[in-house]
Structure formats: C-alpha cells, structure tokens
C-alpha cells in the first residue's frame, strides 16, 4: 500500500468512525444506523493484499467493537474470518464490479450476523440481546447494501479498473 492510500485510509476510517460513532446516533434510529467499518473493510478484501489487510480488518473490527460497546473482540473476530473468505474467493472473481461489491457486503453483514449470533449464544446467558439482534437485523442489511451502493457511485471506485 503505498502512502497516500495509507493516508486516504486513515481519513477515511477516522472520519467513518466519527460519523457511525457521534452523528449517526443523534439522527438515526439504531437499526438504520450502518456499519461503515464493514464497508471499508470489504472494500479492503476485494482490492488490497493479504499481507496488509488481514491486519487492517481486525482493527476495524476492534474498532467496531469499542464505539459499539458491545463484547471486545466479538466484531475482530467475525471481521476476519469475513476477510479470510472474501480473499480466499477474490482471486477467482472481477473484484472491481460495483454490483460485486455491494452483494458482498450483503454478504458479510449476513455471515456477520451468524457469527455474532452464535458466539454470543455460546458465551453468554443473555437471551434479550439475541431479539434485539434479530429485530435489527434485515433493517441492518438494506442501509448497507445503500450505503456499498453509494461507494460505487463515487468517480474513483472503478479507478483501478480503467488503469490496469
């Protein structure tokens, strides 16, 4: 990665941070509320390397874990296993397709949603926060297959596609 993506990234995370965590809450009721982490961590699956974003995706999902207060680790974990799936199919697919892109994080949301679910059913005894996870969940999925499809709208999105 070289460093003006490593700085348009740091932004980019800094400032989705600030939106999902402060501005977001205040407008928005939670079950709308999106996941820009997750967003930005399957743009990173799709189209940058192993070696820098299997990191980069427990981060964000630590992250995810601190601004959403929930359980420490739980959003790091589903993160990566979404990452290590998503690099293990990449390869084989056209990872610069906009439609590719917002069915994957439809995708993730969905396969991080089953992760989340059953590990917290195997390490806690609250059942409150498993209906409240499902009640949330298909609200969940459609604001961020809106919000993929708006990153796909930006000019620069198909921008490695027209240079290779």
Known sequence: ?????????????????????????????????????LVIMVFIALRGSFESGAPLSWTLGLLDDVCSGLYLGLNAVTFL????????????LYADSALLFVLTVVGVTFVNFTLSLLLIALF??????????FSDFFPRLL??????????????????????
């Open 1 to 37: 990665m070289s460093r003006r993506a490593a700085i348009v990234l740091f932004c980019v995370v800094i400032g989705s941070i600030v939106v999902q965590a402060s501005l977001l809450p205040v407008f928005i009721r939670p079950s709308f509320k999106p996941d820009l982490l």
């Open 124 to 133: 806690t005894t609250s059942p409150g926060i498993i209906y409240s996870m």
């Open 143 to 164: 604001v961020n297959a809106f919000i993929a499809s708006l990153v796909t709208a930006f000019s620069g999105f198909d921008e490695q596609a027209a240079s290779t």
């Open 81 to 92: 296993i979404s990452f290590l799936i998503i690099k293990s199919v990449s390869g084989r």
